[in-house]
């Protein structure tokens, strides 16, 4: 049973292709933009997990511990959570204007509106 | 000098620095003489660079001092003091182009928005091509994918919006499989220096988990440097982009990803794991192959010639991946020198497209009846820009046509050196189309308008790009020595 020692991992593969299956799948902007959070999340939960040492405590030296968590994944992923806050900003927005244009966030009717114009 | 020692980081700083200046000085046409001024700067640095890693070989930058595996290094070399020149000289040379487009095409109280997201876009794409730390790669990836969806969506149709949205779409997946690739990487050498993964990844090659990094990686990059099938995000949003952003993109944005998979195919994963044990090589051909072909068919059949040319851009990025796919010097240098010979010709093309909207409102084929009469001078710079696409001798296109034909012989692969050629002639059927309607079409009868000539400032962009297609075809010390060096850098045999 090893492989699910590992659940971690199996959490964010779970998570990775649930949010790839709701961008390729669904017709719906604003869901396509969800499916593409839950996408990016999941890698988000990936570095932190990979971050992790069994046994380490928090990446502050101190007498009673000499096992650390690695910060440094974490750290990247601050900044990778903030790409993904301004990416998901930019996407709504554009959804927005989409709608303004479109007066629908429904890709085929969007679709059936540009091939009639 | 103090100052010069700076240089490398200098260069990604300026426009960075200034982008957020241009959204407090409003103004329209100073915000246009600023943004001017701040790449005109970044294309200086970007030749000083260049000259100073000729004669002393690679420059080494540590951000804020800190050492170069744990802190951020700025590493360049022949490879990427090449592309950076390259994308300078286009950020300059568009902006130069600019302001009569800009304002055609996009609302008067937004320019400084359009200048600022420019800049960063530059500076996206100058700290991609800079940068030695493979985590600052996807954060400089994302800066200029960001401002250019923001700029793709300023196009005057509606469908730039969704054009920007799917780009958004499948440049974030792209983004996403490059930040899975790299964590891989971090988890078995617990390092993102690119040189030091170089060193990491030796021992553990040919675990699963590197693997893993080396498919998600190839994967992502393929999306952004849009490698046949993962383009279509790219004819939508080169069609409806504004014209200056159109040209801008096309120019730098896919090359600057193809320089990305140069630097970790050569530099980090090692020749001998990306085409012995993945068999790269397989794969890119075949694709690169197809690619040129149903990209340059696909063209042919395009009415919206802005269109056409991105599918003519998808076909192009075909013969750069296949120069990388002979995995040979002289396929490399053909493929790196064709990244900056198309750099300037389809960036000339997509301006004198940008002209062509801006004086007859329209990019459709139907509507340039007789434009070779109406405006002379921008369609002539039309003809030779596409005849340095057909790869005519002369003109760049050429030189990079041979490179790719020779290096396809020299393996014995008869049949491609016939594709390569093949792709050309049909690139003869698309220029052919717009240059018969052009110049062999009379004007629509009942359409009495005064078509004027552009102003000055985009004749000379044109003319610098088209000029730098005719001269870098006859003298070739310049692109195509740095090119071979950078090829003999990439494959580790330092003639």
Redesign the interface.
Known sequence: MQYLGLYNYWIAVILMMTG?YI?ISSGN?IK?IIG?NI??VS?FL??IS?GKITGGTAPIKTDAASIYS?P??HV?IL??IV?GV??TA??LS??V??KE??GTVEEDE?HSQ?EAW | MVIESHLPILQIVVPLAAAPLCVLLRQKTVVWVFALIVSWTTLAIAITILMRVLDQGTLSYALGSWPAPWGIEIRIDAVNAYILLLVSIIGAVVLLYAPSSVTEEIPADSHHLFYSAYLLCLTGLLGITATGDA?NL??FL?ISS?SS??LI?LGKD??A??A??QY??LG??GA?FI??GI?FM??MT?TLNMADLAVQLESVKNTRTVITAFAFFSVGVSLKLALFPLHLWLPNAYAFAPSVVTAFLAATATKVSIYVLLRFIFTVFGTDFAFETMMLDAVLLPLALIGILVGSTVAVFQNNIKRMLAYSSVAQIGYMILGISFFSLTGLTGGIVHLFNHALMKGALFLVMGGVAMRIGSVNLNDMRGLGKRMPVTMAAFVIGGLSLIGVPLTVGFISKWYLVLAAIEQGMWPVAVLILLGSLIAVIYIWRVIEVAYFQEVQPGDEREIKELPLTMQIAIWLLIGGTIIFGIFTPLTLGVAKKAAALLLGVLP
């Open positions: 790839f961008v902007l396509k593409l996408f990016q890698v990936f570095y990979m690695n440094l994944p990247l900044t990778a790409v301004a990416t930019l996407g554009l959804v204007r989409i244009a479109y969007i540009d | 985590f996807f954060v994302e960001l969806y923001a969506s509606r469908r919006l969704t920007a949205y958004l779409v974030t997946i996403t930040l899975i964590g971090y988890m617990g």
